[in-house]
């Protein structure tokens, strides 16, 4: 019998379940004080045009990604979207929860007519490009970035 699956905009509740996921995302992260977490979540939350999505599964934050929409000058007035820290339960992956997360915040994206919706990986894991594109992804540009961390390893195309 499958399990009921929420997917939803997150609230001040459940950063505890997002973090939790974030320690999946990223091996050895830089730390976080739980006390600058509350702050920068509660400053996520209220930004406007940026939503932190969470897929669950049975009522447990099981994906996460954050979705960020850029009001524009060009394509007449069109914004355009980002999607990072896409993460989903390692128990939870392949049962297209994260796919349904990524799916909802690209919906949402397009429902506030971004002409364009894009994403960078830095994952590792085997199938990581399959799952990006099996959620509509295309590799269409190049991604250029100046970083203050080190990057992970990067995929091979």
Do not use: W
Request: aromatic share 6%.
């Amino acid at each position: 019998m499958p399990m009921p699956v929420e997917v939803r905009a997150l609230q001040q509740g459940d950063l505890p379940g997002l973090l939790a996921l974030y320690a999946q995302l990223i091996e050895n992260d830089l730390p976080l004080a739980p006390a600058l977490a509350e702050t920068r979540f509660d400053e996520m939350l209220k930004r406007d045009g940026l939503t932190v999505f969470g897929g669950f599964a049975d009522g447990i934050l099981a994906s996460t990604c954050v979705l960020i929409v850029v009001p524009n000058l060009t394509r007449g007035g069109m914004a355009y979207a980002f999607i990072e820290n896409v993460v989903t339960d390692g128990a939870h992956r392949r049962t297209g929860l994260g796919r349904q997360t990524v799916r909802t915040a690209i919906d949402a994206a397009l429902d506030t007519r971004c002409y364009t919706v894009r994403l960078q990986t830095g994952g590792t894991r085997p199938g990581t490009l399959d799952f990006y594109r099996s959620c509509g992804f295309d590799l269409t540009k190049h991604g250029l970035e100046v970083r203050r961390i080190p990057p992970r390893e990067v995929l091979p195309t």
